[in-house]
């Protein structure tokens, strides 16, 4: 068992805590544990933990150990100086085909 470094610290602002950087899968493991938010616990803060878990024990990299640890932050809106992606409808127009008897 050995703590699995990211490369890119994450920084998060926690609710009451301010902020916190994360760089290790063992200190995100420790913030989901202790720091998350309760109603912030829900399907991709239990992929976080797991992950995070099996980097620690060798069975996932640290690449994906981030990313999880990313999108469940994203999710609980807590990654500083990131913001929430909009949901933008694009209206499609279909392509102005004459039919071939009308020609």
């Not at 301010?18 to 760089?23: D, E, H, L, S, W």
């Not at 995070?52 to 640890?69: K, N, P, Q, V």
């Amino acid at each position: 068992m050995a703590d699995i470094d990211f490369g890119d610290p994450v920084t998060l602002r926690l609710p009451g805590n301010g902020a916190r950087k994360v760089a290790t899968a063992f200190e995100a493991l420790e913030c989901l544990e202790r720091d998350w938010p309760e109603w912030a616990r829900g399907r991709r803060w239990r992929n976080a933990v797991a992950t995070c878990r099996d980097a620690i024990d060798g069975w996932r990299s640290s690449t994906d150990a981030r990313r999880s640890f990313v999108r469940a932050a994203m999710r609980a809106g807590i990654v500083q100086g990131a913001r929430r992606a909009k949901l933008r409808t694009q209206t499609v127009s279909a392509p102005n085909v004459m039919s071939a008897a009308s020609q």
